[in-house]
Structure formats: C-alpha cells, structure tokens
C-alpha cells in the first residue's frame, strides 16, 4: 500500500473510533509503580482480571514500590492470583522491581530522564518483559512516545488488509511510528481506542454491524 493511503487510513480510523468511543483515559492507574504492575499483570489475561488483583494489593497496602520490593514472592503471588499464571507474574514483577532498584536506586525520575531508546533496551534485558509489556510502561507510565502493538491492533490492521496477518512487533509499531505524528497522547489514545474496538467488535469472531470501522472495509 502506498505511503499516503496507509497515513490516511490511519487517521480516519483514528477519527472514527474516537467519535464512536470518546476519549478511553488510559491507563487507568493512579501512580507510576500501579501502571508498571498493571502492565506486567495484563499479559495472558483481561483488564477485569488484573483490578482484582490490583485492588486485593491496595487493600492489603502493598502498592508502593518498596513494599513491593520487601514483600515475598509467595505473599505477592497470593495477592495477585485474580490474573492468573499468579506465580509466574510474581517473579517477573520481583524481576522488574530489583532491576528498578539495582540500575536506578528504585527512583522514577532517574528512568524518566532516560532517552527512549536506552530506556526500552534495558526493560527489554529483564526476564519476563517482553515488548508490548515494555512499550506499555514507557508510553503510559513514563510518558514517552512509542506505539504499543497488541492482538487487537494485529487484528484490525490485517482485516482491513493493511498488513498480513502474521505480521511481526516491529514492522507494525514501525507503521504507526512512522505515519503518525510523534505525539504521547496521540498514541495513548489510538492504542486505547484500538483496545476498545477489540474488545467491541473487532473479537475473533468479528461483529462488523454497527462497528465504527465497517465502511472503510
């Protein structure tokens, strides 16, 4: 597909799902450690799975970086069992939270400062983070301008024929990337709404009547 259509397609998408949906507010966390946890929690599961377990963290008063950090692993997989595979994501937070500690003193402003790149080059290196779960936490914890690529955002692309199906991580944020402008709130909101249209219409069963997108197929 030439250039200038992709561009325009993904503008008008964008358009049409914002007037569909309004704007999403993501992500839906209060602080920067509680986006890092939801980021990590998210994977293999759904949102609704991931506030119970958040909101089980928050009752027992354990969602501050350091608490997480002093908690046991088995005390922490016990709190966010709601998310399921409950184990695994204890280790992978554990993972990310003594490489916070280790390279940055566990202080945020130290990742803020970072460039993009070597920030995403390093979340890349710890077990258990891999890259729609470190673009998550740069673009919505940290604020910085990278697109995140989900299931849904394959999904959407490649029925509307834009990119094949199997279609890898890079090349597809390389297309949001590089045809739209490199703005944080731009990409927190279009990957937000692309979210919504997963969740909406764009299933794996599609339900195309009514679905904001359907003229443009």
């Known amino acids: 597909m030439r250039k200038n259509n992709l561009r325009l397609f993904l503008k008008q ?11 999403q507010h993501w992500w839906p966390g209060e602080t920067q450690i509680e986006i890092m946890v939801g980021a990590v929690l998210t994977q293999n599961t759904n949102w609704r799975n991931v506030e119970s377990a958040i909101l089980q963290l928050k009752q027992d008063q354990q969602l501050s970086f350091r ?7 088995e005390k922490l997989a016990e709190l966010i069992k709601p998310s399921g595979f409950f184990r695994l994501k204890a280790q ?12 940055y003193q566990g202080q945020f402003k130290k990742m803020q400062a970072q460039p993009l790149g070597d920030l995403r080059n390093q ?8 890259l729609e779960t470190a673009d998550s936490i740069l673009l919505y914890a940290f604020g910085k301008p990278t697109f995140v690529i989900d299931a849904y955002t394959r999904r959407f692309m490649s029925r509307h024929q834009m990119v094949p199906a199997d279609i890898a991580y890079a090349p597809l944020q390389k297309i949001f990337l590089s045809h739209l402008n490199p703005d944080v709130q731009t990409f927190n909101e279009y990957h937000a ?4 249209l ?16 359907a ?3």
């Not at 992978?92 to 390279?103: C, Q, S, Y």
């Not at 709404?193 to 919504?196: A, G, K, P, S, Y």
Request: hydrophobic share 35%; net charge positive; aromatic share 8%.
């Open 92 to 103: 992978r937070l554990k993972n990310l939270l003594h490489f916070i500690e280790r390279e």
């Open 67 to 73: 608490k997480l950090i002093d908690i046991s692993p």
């Open 193 to 196: 709404l692309i979210v919504q």
């Open 13 to 23: 998408a964008y358009c049409r799902l914002y007037q569909c949906f309004g704007p």
């Open 215 to 217: 003229p443009m197929l």
């Open 198 to 213: 997963g969740k909406s219409y764009c299933r794996s069963k599609p339900l195309c009547e009514g679905c904001p997108l």
């Open 123 to 130: 979340l890349l290196t710890v077990k258990g983070i891999g």
